[in-house]
């Protein structure tokens, strides 16, 4: 291994520090049409009339479109890799809106100036229908937010649109109100999570173009160029292979991206007119007009003997997709559903999950996709369960917790095995992630409360995170491998690098397969015309499934420089070594460097291009784990807690690049901490963001984050590339649930609901008092 586990700097490190033009911003036609969008100020209504003329009149607008203009097709914008069963409910534009912010006509002018004017010439009148803003109170509303037949879905996903159910999905495995009942110990509760918004640095961005034989080339900060192809064919009836979406570098994603946006509204202006076009989002577009987290109520029951085995869990979730349901069959399924094998020793397990629609801003991917929310609900039971059986929460955990080896009843339900398998896990190092980071918090010192000063107290607390390694039987990658006559490599991959590394990654993998160092691996990735298709970047799919990808590829390519090598130097296949330089006859009578072989296979005998290729479906997601660990003050005049150290110990198998899993994973700690403190997308009674801006939209910064402390378990998964698993959401999933017991061990009272403000603390300290 001198290639992989290795802190290699990113490959697009130095262009990046130079401000090198690389974002799809930088990279439209100089002369592109400046698009702009009229979005709903209302949270439901119908589009009465709409008049486009006086814009249109404005000197330098080139095009305004309605839903008059576009074809009637209704679309998915989903990027995940099996969409076909996700809602369909969505047109390009429509006459109905359905939340503020909503897409309603597009206009395209060669100055923002001019195309911002523009948008107040359009005359709408709108019918305004009730909104449903309440996601508890959606299911069955008079209000109906999508009628059928309009919307529907491909397969039986649970789906009743006429009751604003965009999904619905039940899960059993034996009879858990009869094992409920047999236990000695029961915990039930309620709890709730947040809208919580990416907030990504780069907001989307989009540009398209017609080509010299008149293809429509797309230019998108996308998470899933494949998918966005897909999309934009769908939307307007365009062939795929009239169709190229090229991803350049992406100014961070989580999720956020991984559904297609103002793709097709930036398509049609460009088909409209001919002529290039682009789109850059505001700050407050992204905010409003994009994807946020699913907010949820959880409704759990643990069951436990009075020796704390964990025999049972019913959890019911009710998730919020807003106004568009893309992602409500992956988020039922996964919902609270992906933690559960945490504690696989059950006897029965209940899962329960229903997704409404409302007039809020549609919810989509979110790093953590489900897990998080889940994971509150489920870990801030578990430490009420210890404390009820008066066992440490640690301990509890430690007895229940799936380990190396063992097999868990609830995937096979989840199918994220496979179809119907039961995966069993063959790296998990949590017992090792628990005890290190007991270590690390200083547990056994602290879990007893802390009183610092007459009104300041401290806690610590703790909670588990499992997620996946993309979606086994689903997701595919593929990887193409050239050698070039200077001995230099290009990877193409379709892999999406969204600021991670993982372009780095997919290099330093192919560089270890190969012998060769990764500075002789040039990367080119996520463009439809020009590499291998691959599901995109999400799922923390990339190193596991992609990674498969480019190691057998790299592997193919090591066998053709064999045969290659063999041939010149005049020996049979197999009787070559090779030691990443040079190729050596195993008896020794002769030698060629690589480099003189490839720039003998261009120009001299036996001339060809060697082209190695190949591709891999993920087997089965093989989870990586997270124990974390949060120490907070609190003051019990203000509410304010003060997180005074978050320490995480991961497994996600042996990183192929310690210092980029770092970087994953203190990135992810902070969205998680994040969301269990301070973020929180809030609405008005009329359904408008209240804080659709950075100066109130709260996330952590640099003096809220005082001491974050990342390890790594020694860890080597099988099926994975090098023994890697995956890194991507890993990181943000225990913060929620470990500051909230932290706050109740320091406290003494639990926060239930996201985030937890000093407001909420205060509250129920005085209640608690009263
Ligand atoms: S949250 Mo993701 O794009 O699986």
Same mark, same amino acid.
């Given at each position: 291994?001198?290639?992989?586990?290795?802190?290699?700097?990113?490959?697009?490190?130095?262009?990046?520090?130079?401000? !090198?033009?690389?974002?799809?911003?930088?990279?439209?036609?100089?002369?592109?049409?400046?698009?702009?969008?009229?979005? /709903?100020?209302?949270?439901?209504?119908?589009?009465?009339?709409?008049?486009?003329?006086?814009?249109?009149?404005?000197?330098?607008?080139?095009?305004?479109?309605?839903?008059?203009?576009?074809?009637?097709?209704?679309?998915?914008?989903?990027?995940?890799?099996?969409?076909?069963?996700?809602?369909?409910?969505?047109?390009?534009?429509?006459?109905?809106?359905?939340?503020?912010? #909503?897409?309603?006509?597009?206009?395209?002018?060669?100055?923002?100036?001019?195309?911002?004017?523009?948008?107040?010439?359009?005359?709408?009148?709108?019918?305004?229908?009730?909104?449903?803003?309440?996601?508890?109170?959606?299911?069955?509303? !008079?209000?109906?937010?999508?009628?059928?037949?309009?919307?529907?879905?491909?397969?039986?996903?649970?789906?009743?649109? %006429?009751?604003?159910?965009?999904?619905?999905?039940?899960?059993?495995?034996?009879?858990?109100?009869?094992?409920?009942?047999?236990?000695?110990?029961?915990?039930?509760?309620?709890?709730?999570?947040?809208?919580?918004?990416?907030?990504?640095?780069?907001?989307?961005?989009? /540009?398209?173009?017609?080509?010299?034989?008149?293809?429509?080339?797309?230019?998108?900060?996308?998470?899933?160029?494949?998918?966005?192809?897909?999309?934009?064919?769908?939307? @307007?009836?365009?062939?795929?292979?009239?169709?190229?979406?090229?991803?350049?570098?992406?100014?961070?994603?989580?999720? *956020?991206?991984?559904?297609?946006?103002?793709?097709?509204?930036?398509?049609?202006?460009?088909?409209?007119?001919?002529?290039?076009?682009?789109?850059?989002?505001?700050?407050?577009?992204?905010?409003?007009?994009?994807?946020?987290?699913?907010?949820?109520? @959880?409704?759990?029951?643990?069951?436990?003997?009075?020796?704390?085995?964990?025999?049972?869990?019913?959890?019911?979730?009710? +998730?919020?997709?807003?106004?568009?349901?893309?992602?409500?069959?992956?988020?039922?399924?996964?919902? *609270?559903?992906?933690?559960?094998?945490?504690?696989?020793?059950? #006897?029965?397990?209940?899962?329960?999950?229903?997704?409404?629609?409302?007039?809020?801003?549609?919810?989509?991917?979110?790093? =953590?996709?489900?897990?998080?929310?889940?994971?509150?609900?489920?870990?801030?039971?578990?430490?009420?369960?210890?404390?009820?059986?008066?066992?440490?929460?640690?301990?509890?955990?430690?007895?229940?917790?799936?380990?190396?080896?063992?097999?868990?009843?609830?995937?096979?339900?989840?199918?994220?095995?496979?179809?119907?398998?039961?995966?069993?896990?063959? +790296?998990?190092?949590?017992?090792?992630?628990?005890?290190?980071?007991?270590?690390?918090?200083?547990?056994?010192?602290?879990?007893?409360?802390?009183?610092?000063?007459?009104?300041?107290?401290?806690?610590?607390?703790?909670?588990?995170?499992?997620?996946?390694?993309?979606?086994?039987?689903?997701?595919?990658?593929?990887?193409?491998?050239?050698?070039?006559?200077?001995? @230099?490599?290009?990877?193409?991959?379709?892999?999406? #690098?969204?600021?991670? *590394?993982?372009?780095?990654?997919?290099?330093?993998?192919?560089?270890?397969?190969?012998?060769?160092?990764?500075?002789?691996?040039?990367?080119?990735?996520?463009?439809?015309?020009?590499?291998?298709?691959?599901?995109?970047?999400?799922?923390? %799919?990339?190193?596991?499934? %992609?990674?498969?990808?480019?190691?057998?590829?790299?592997?193919?390519?090591?066998?053709?420089?064999?045969?290659?090598?063999?041939?010149?130097?005049?020996?049979? $296949?197999?009787?070559?070594?090779?030691? =990443?330089?040079?190729?050596?006859?195993?008896?020794?009578?002769?030698?060629? +460097?690589?480099?003189?072989?490839?720039?003998?296979?261009?120009?001299?005998?036996?001339?060809?291009?060697?082209?190695?290729?190949?591709?891999?479906?993920?087997?089965? &997601?093989?989870?990586?784990?997270?124990?974390? @660990?949060?120490?907070?003050?609190?003051?019990?005049?203000?509410?304010?807690?003060?997180?005074?150290?978050?320490?995480?110990?991961?497994?996600?198998?042996?990183?192929?690049?310690?210092?980029?899993?770092?970087?994953?994973?203190? =990135?992810?700690?902070?969205? =998680?901490?994040?969301?269990?403190?301070?973020?929180?997308?809030?609405?008005? $009674?009329?359904?408008?963001?209240?804080?659709?801006?950075?100066?109130?939209?709260?996330?952590?910064? !640099?003096?809220?984050?005082?001491?974050?402390?990342?390890?790594?378990?020694?860890?080597?998964?099988? %099926?994975?590339?090098?023994?890697?698993? &995956?890194? *991507? $959401?890993?990181?943000?999933?225990?913060?929620?649930?470990?500051?909230?017991?932290?706050?109740?061990?320091?406290?003494?009272?639990?926060?239930?609901?996201?985030?937890?403000?000093?407001?909420?603390?205060?509250?129920?300290?005085?209640?608690?008092?009263?």
């Amino acid at each position: 291994m001198k290639e992989v586990n290795q802190p290699k700097p990113k490959l697009e490190g130095k262009g990046l520090m130079l401000g !090198r033009p690389v974002y799809a911003d930088d990279l439209a036609p100089q002369n592109a049409l400046i698009v702009k969008v009229l979005r /709903s100020p209302y949270a439901f209504a119908r589009i009465k009339t709409i008049r486009t003329e006086k814009a249109l009149q404005l000197p330098g607008v080139a095009c305004v479109l309605t839903y008059k203009d576009l074809p009637r097709n209704i679309i998915t914008r989903a990027g995940q890799g099996y969409p076909e069963p996700s809602p369909y409910d969505k047109f390009v534009l429509d006459e109905v809106v359905r939340y503020c912010g #909503d897409e309603v006509a597009v206009v395209a002018a060669v100055s923002e100036a001019i195309a911002e004017a523009a948008l107040e010439f359009i005359e709408v009148e709108y019918e305004l229908l009730e909104a449903v803003l309440d996601f508890e109170q959606a299911e069955g509303n !008079r209000s109906v937010l999508h009628p059928e037949p309009e919307a529907h879905s491909k397969f039986d996903i649970g789906m009743d649109a %006429s009751r604003n159910i965009a999904a619905s999905y039940r899960m059993n495995v034996g009879d858990v109100d009869a094992v409920l009942e047999q236990c000695e110990v029961v915990v039930r509760d309620r709890y709730y999570t947040q809208a919580q918004a990416h907030v990504m640095l780069e907001p989307h961005a989009i /540009s398209c173009y017609l080509d010299m034989h008149g293809r429509l080339t797309v230019v998108s900060s996308t998470q899933t160029p494949f998918h966005a192809r897909r999309v934009i064919g769908m939307a @307007f009836d365009i062939p795929r292979k009239d169709i190229r979406v090229i991803k350049p570098r992406v100014g961070g994603g989580f999720g *956020g991206k991984q559904m297609t946006h103002g793709e097709p509204l930036v398509a049609a202006v460009t088909l409209k007119t001919g002529r290039p076009a682009k789109l850059v989002y505001t700050r407050r577009e992204v905010f409003e007009s994009t994807f946020s987290r699913h907010p949820m109520r @959880f409704d759990i029951a643990l069951g436990a003997t009075r020796d704390g085995r964990i025999k049972a869990i019913d959890m019911n979730v009710l +998730s919020d997709t807003g106004a568009y349901g893309e992602h409500a069959l992956t988020v039922v399924m996964g919902a *609270g559903s992906k933690p559960l094998p945490l504690y696989n020793k059950v #006897d029965a397990v209940r899962f329960n999950s229903v997704v409404v629609y409302t007039n809020h801003t549609p919810a989509g991917a979110y790093r =953590g996709y489900g897990a998080i929310q889940g994971l509150f609900a489920l870990e801030s039971a578990i430490d009420q369960l210890a404390e009820k059986l008066g066992i440490s929460p640690a301990e509890l955990r430690r007895q229940n917790m799936i380990a190396e080896g063992e097999t868990s009843p609830i995937f096979k339900i989840m199918g994220e095995g496979g179809e119907g398998v039961a995966m069993t896990m063959d +790296s998990c190092k949590l017992d090792y992630c628990v005890r290190r980071g007991m270590e690390l918090i200083g547990w056994d010192r602290k879990f007893p409360r802390q009183t610092v000063g007459p009104n300041k107290v401290r806690g610590v607390g703790m909670a588990l995170a499992m997620q996946g390694s993309g979606i086994a039987n689903i997701d595919m990658a593929s990887a193409v491998l050239k050698l070039n006559d200077d001995g @230099f490599f290009n990877l193409m991959v379709g892999a999406t #690098d969204i600021g991670t *590394g993982s372009d780095t990654i997919l290099a330093q993998i192919a560089a270890e397969a190969l012998n060769v160092s990764t500075d002789q691996i040039i990367v080119y990735s996520s463009d439809t015309d020009l590499t291998p298709f691959d599901k995109g970047a999400y799922a923390s %799919s990339t190193t596991y499934v %992609s990674g498969n990808a480019v190691k057998k590829a790299a592997e193919n390519m090591k066998r053709l420089i064999e045969i290659e090598g063999a041939l010149k130097l005049r020996v049979a $296949e197999g009787e070559v070594e090779f030691d =990443g330089t040079t190729l050596r006859r195993k008896d020794g009578k002769g030698s060629i +460097s690589l480099k003189d072989l490839a720039t003998g296979l261009y120009y001299h005998a036996n001339q060809k291009q060697l082209v190695a290729s190949d591709s891999y479906v993920g087997q089965k &997601s093989p989870p990586p784990y997270m124990a974390g @660990f949060a120490e907070v003050e609190v003051d019990l005049e203000t509410g304010k807690i003060d997180l005074l150290h978050y320490a995480a110990v991961v497994d996600c198998g042996t990183t192929i690049n310690p210092n980029l899993a770092r970087i994953q994973v203190e =990135g992810g700690l902070v969205q =998680g901490i994040g969301m269990a403190l301070y973020e929180e997308v809030r609405y008005t $009674e009329q359904g408008r963001q209240l804080n659709n801006n950075m100066l109130f939209y709260n996330i952590p910064n !640099r003096l809220d984050i005082h001491h974050v402390t990342v390890e790594f378990a020694e860890s080597y998964e099988p %099926s994975g590339p090098y023994g890697a698993k &995956s890194v *991507g $959401e890993i990181g943000i999933d225990t913060p929620p649930a470990a500051i909230a017991n932290a706050v109740y061990n320091a406290t003494g009272v639990r926060i239930k609901d996201l985030p937890i403000t000093p407001e909420k603390v205060l509250m129920a300290l005085k209640q608690r008092r009263q």
